[in-house]
């Protein structure tokens, strides 16, 4: 017995486990592919990402619609809640201290727009946390990094450049584009037009250029493709087709706010390093990393900026330096658990987490374990693993897609299908739904079929396997009938016939025929006069040239019988 039904109802408490079973069925409209359920690729998407701190990631990388941010205005009674923050603890005058070097396609309106895409950058806490002071300290290290990635970099007493004698803190935001590019060169290519994940997610545009452009220098296509997906709901093609808004328009400043909210697993993201929801994993206090600037620098360009190789190269220190300068400037406390230095750290790309328990990764790529109990021995499950894939643990829908192989990246994975709903053994079925042994079916451990009297249960994944015959079955229950033994054909008992024939006479051997004489036969003996021959058991002698055809019983004419003596 079986009904059509969504599997929600049988997942059960399973959840809370972790574990689940995979019902892989034979695709109907594929001879070579798989479906498999909606709500079990739910429920093990699930499963794999228990931890809270995914739902913190998750929320922070939330979006509001383009149409609502390009509405924002400075004191626009409509702005969001954290775009009123921000104007309330770095209003206009803020914004224009900071950016008297700036580039003209640097605006504070384009800065609020920027704030107001993502909710969470300035956002509300609720648990206690000091909202002002978290969203004050988030812009003062924006425009510390601001500062080394596209500032001035004048001196305050080189007066010649520097008119102003403004702090080298205050120049930020001077270039729009990376210097030496400029639109309509294609460069930053590298990796373009290769048959790989990446170019099938993120595509190139031909003839254009991802160099750096916006407060963070948004450089590469894959760069330039995420951040477009988040930025035009999903579709990677908006800026990799036209870069250039990556600088003449307002997401020159959300692209900085985008790398400042995403955490690249195992690094956190830089606000959760600053509002201290990240907690440091053993491994990574014993890399030295925790609290402060410092390990925002080690976010950013920990593998050239950190370690105590790079103590006294410029970048850092100058890093450093406009960080303790604006820190100062506005304030900003320094914990005694907090560090503004990364010397003293390991870069992430050199710490060895493999195995940790305590690290979260945000990508998914193929599980390549073996299953006995599913086809072909495949998971149909993706993992969790620590670096970059198609399939982002952070981006609603990229399981599915990473289960289907949706972009190609798994070599040798099966065909998947997702479907919302499969057909199942109905679980108020006193027999388990097990009914009789179907031999174009599929079964997986655990299921059962009657077969001959007994019931039988399959160990591992079988379709066209007797179940008497063993291998993928076992004997579950009841006696199977015995082989009947084979019944002999009965040998039939003679009947009389009831007219006998008559017995015939027997015919008499004929003599022995004389070697003279030949045997007659008609269309191939030629006969001549005296010619002697034999023809049913008699004996003649040819006359008158009887030829081919003239038998010798029928014509005197042409024979005459003799004694065949």
Known sequence: MFKRTLLSTLIGCSIAASSFAMSPQPD???PAGYIVSSVEIKAAEDAKTPNPMYDVWAKALQTRANSLVEAIEPGAAANPENVKRVERVFPQSEWDFLTQMAAPEYTYTRFLRAIGKFPAFCGEYSDGRDSDAICKQSIVTAFAHFSQETGGHIAKDNISDNPQALEEWQQALVHVREMGWSEGQAGYTTGCGQDDWQNARWPCAAGQGYFGRGAKQLSYHFNYGAFSEVMFDGDATVLLDNPGLVADSWLNLASAVWFFLTPQAPKPAMLHVIDRTWTPSQREIDAGIGYGFGTTINVINGGIECGEQNKTKGQPVNRIRYWEGLSEHYQIPIKSDEKNTCW???????INLNGATDVLYTNWDGNWKYYADRPEGQSFECELVGFQTAYSALVPGDYEKCVTNFYGSHANWPQVRVV??????????PDNGSGGWDAGKVYLAGDQAS????TYEAQWWSQGNQPDLGGPWKLAAGTPEPAPEPTPDPIPEPTPDPTPDPT??????????PSDFIQ????VTIAVDGDKVTHNGKCFIAKNNPGIWESPTASNWFWDEISCS
């Open 344 to 350: 003293q750290q390991t870069p992430y790309g050199s």
């Open 451 to 454: 077969y001959k009297g007994a």
């Open 504 to 513: 015939p006479e027997p015919t008499p051997e004929p003599d022995p025929v």
């Open 28 to 30: 109907p409209d594929n």
């Open 420 to 429: 919302d709903d499969l057909v199942i053994p109905d679980p108020d079925d």
């Open 520 to 523: 007659w036969q008609a269309g």
